[in-house]
């Protein structure tokens, strides 16, 4: 489970990009990176594959890249390839340490099947609904991340594909789109939650965990084996109560 947690995040975070003219992915020993052609570090997202074969001199190659695009990025780093030569590495180029995330996956053989039926629930099929999906997303900044709108703009034919590997749904309360999430599929056995996202005014009242119960209904019906997602330590609970267990650990530097 820990290798599909790993490799489904790195396929997420470079899948739309890999195939969109002007945006890129880069691969330079250990490393694999993003350039989104945008400024933030948003979708700019840099992997440690290989944590032996990244040294002093390869961050200074990548923070070199960013710098001269004046673009910024992250940096994610899973448990296992952590070493003190890299920690010391790290230290050097003034990288730090920002965030951490869990590693949480269901296998769906544990998985208790309950059709959800959620009128309040829509796949994303519309370029208009794609700017909705995109704006709850960019909300989770203040002000509002523009590059996240420019982005899901850009990729609307990728996102809008009938053989799209990621799933989009909105929850509309009152007429208005107030949470989001997608369901990311690696391959046929083995799919990822992301973009959990609900509107503050619209949060504790239930709706984030009517949206995983409903796409975990999805990935169920769709014949997935793994059901995998990242969240904060803060955030495990939701995700604990509904079967996930922790498997991997990943760690967030700029």
């Not at 890999?18 to 052609?37: K, Y």
């Not at 948003?42 to 990548?62: H, I, M, P, Q």
């Not at 309040?120 to 709108?149: G, H, K």
Request: proline share 3%; aromatic share 12%; hydrophobic share 40%.
């Amino acid at each position: 489970m820990k290798q599909y947690i790993i490799d489904n995040f790195l396929e997420h975070a470079t899948a739309v990009s890999a195939v969109m003219p002007g945006q890129e992915v880069l691969s330079d020993g250990g490393l694999n990176w993003v350039d989104s052609g945008l400024k933030s570090d948003t979708f700019n997202v840099a992997f440690v594959r290989k944590g032996s074969a990244v040294d002093t001199v390869k961050l200074s190659e990548l923070q070199s890249y960013y710098q001269e695009r004046s673009a910024a990025f992250c940096l994610w780093l899973p448990e296992e390839e952590q070493s003190p030569e890299l920690f010391r590495a790290l230290a050097q180029q003034k990288i730090t340490r920002q965030a951490s995330a869990l590693g949480m996956g269901l296998r769906m053989a544990d998985y208790d099947p309950k059709k959800m039926e959620v009128p309040e629930i829509e796949a994303v099929r519309t370029p208009e609904q794609l700017l909705e999906y995109a704006s709850v997303i960019a909300a989770n900044w203040s002000p509002p991340d523009q590059d996240v709108l420019q982005f899901y703009t850009q990729a609307s034919a990728v996102y809008l594909a009938r053989d799209a590997a990621s799933s989009l749904f909105i929850y509309r309360q009152a007429g208005k789109i107030v949470s989001t999430i997608e369901l990311f599929a690696q391959d046929k056995q083995t799919a990822g939650i992301y973009g959990l996202s609900t509107l503050e005014a619209s949060r504790r009242q239930g709706i984030g965990t009517k949206m995983m119960s409903y796409i975990m209904y999805c990935a169920w019906q769709a014949g997935y084996e793994n059901l995998i997602l990242h969240a904060s330590e803060a955030g495990a609970g939701i995700y604990q109560r509904l079967g996930f267990r922790t498997y991997a650990h990943l760690y967030e530097y700029t």
